[in-house]
């Protein structure tokens, strides 16, 4: 029996009395994965990206492990909810237009000593000043890195288009900005280098893009060192009592808690594996989660149809964003229909062993959106279910 075999036997087993379709977390793979993170961290804290894992539950278990600090939220909706439920770092990692969010967070000693906002313009601030009301907490604030690369004098670009600040110059007039600001407190630096830590450089089949895409994040990699080295001293001159430089992602982990310049590293994905993670030569993860649905039709030879799957990931579209079917071994989607709302068929030679009712398991092709299609996941340890816990959707929380 193959080691996939092996797992799909232990799932099944585990949810021999559940109806699909469900969503499930290996929790041997998940602990298994979080200990590579802070190996590969080497000492550095790894904070958490709520994105990926959309669970309070299993945020909770991840930051009670060593290696593992504070939590990288993604709206300020969500970063006042999850300060609220006791988590006291959330470095909120993308802008707000949320003026109720922040006459809130300006109003509550608690929420403010707790949650970190993200900036990359004045006009940020400003927003935030016209949204307090009659809150005067200080507002703790974070800037952001452009990390992309620049190549032929700029007319190049390989990068997430984020934040626009990119020199140290450009870094030190925003940091000035927020200590002239009253009701402002600068407190952190961060740079999400997206085309190292999100870009798989091992593709199946794909030899001359991977070769390509090593070499661009090597050379990336050793421009952005430099790069926010400077930006980081820029800063400090400005806010020496900078408290957190935050870089890097599952994919960089290693690499980016080498610059001294960086104090910890964000990841998430890496805990759950999906999909997009087995294009990596940087790392080697479990797959963690997962989704089953219930085969209900039986067309022909060599063909099953299983309920609803169409899941596609977020990002530009193609077929990397699709789920991929994973558990039994060898079946694959009918070309002319693929993943579908309702229904999918699925074909090749498992689909014959396969009857009505039957699990088919697959892999999301990201981290925490499957929680988007469920409202709990059952935690498996071995060949049961210990535990039922709510997504974020279970807990009536979309916050986007």
């Not at 232990?10 to 499930?24: F, G, I, M, Q």
């Not at 601030?125 to 800037?143: F, P, Q, S, T």
């Not at 430089?245 to 610059?259: F, K, R």
Request: proline fraction near 6%; aromatic fraction near 6%; hydrophobic fraction near 45%.
């Amino acid at each position: 029996m193959t080691p996939r075999a092996a797992d799909r036997a232990r799932y099944d087993r585990a949810t021999a009395h559940l109806d699909a379709p469900l969503a499930v977390v290996d929790l041997d793979a998940f602990d298994a994965n979080a200990d590579d993170l802070a190996a590969r961290a080497a000492g550095k804290p790894v904070r958490v990206a709520s994105k990926s894992l959309r669970c309070r539950a299993l945020l909770e278990r991840v930051l009670a492990r060593p290696g593992f600090a504070g939590v990288m939220a993604f709206t300020l909706a969500e970063s006042l909810w999850l300060a609220r439920s006791g988590f006291r770092d959330v470095l909120l990692a993308y802008p707000s237009a949320d003026r109720a969010g922040f006459a809130e967070l300006a109003g509550d000693a608690a929420l403010a000593g707790a949650v970190t906002v993200m900036v990359d313009d004045p006009a940020q601030l400003d927003l935030v000043d016209a949204a307090r009301g009659d809150g005067r907490e200080e507002v703790r604030v974070c800037l952001e890195l452009d990390t992309s690369l620049r190549l032929l004098g700029g007319r190049v670009r390989i990068g997430a288009l984020r934040s626009p600040l990119r020199e140290p110059a450009e870094l030190a007039e925003l940091a000035r900005s927020v200590a002239r600001r009253p009701g402002f407190r600068l407190v952190g630096l961060m740079a999400y280098e997206g085309h190292v830590a999100g870009v798989g450089d091992a593709v199946a089949g794909r030899p001359l893009r991977s070769r390509a895409v090593r070499l661009m994040q090597a050379v990336a990699r050793r421009e952005l060192a430099a790069r926010r080295a400077a930006v980081v001293a820029a800063v400090r001159e400005v806010a020496p009592e900078l408290e957190f430089v935050n870089g890097g992602g599952t994919g960089s982990v290693q690499y980016t808690v080498a610059e001294d310049a960086v104090t910890e590293v964000a990841a998430g994905s890496g805990l759950y594996v999906p999909r997009l993670f087995d294009d990596f030569s940087s790392f080697a993860g479990r797959p963690a989660a997962l989704f089953a649905q219930p085969v209900v039709r039986r067309p022909g030879v060599g063909v099953v149809t299983v309920l609803g799957g169409g899941y596609p990931a977020s990002g530009a579209p193609g077929r990397d964003r699709l789920p991929v079917p994973y558990l039994p071994e060898g079946l694959r989607y009918d070309p002319r229909e693929g993943p579908g709302e309702v229904q999918t068929p699925l074909v090749g030679p498992p689909a014959d062993d396969l009857l009505i009712g039957d699990k088919v398991w697959f892999r999301h092709a990201k981290a925490g959106e499957l929680c988007e299609r469920f409202d709990r996941l059952h935690l498996i340890e071995g060949d049961r279910v210990t535990a039922v816990v709510p997504t974020y959707r279970g807990e009536g929380r979309t916050f986007l």
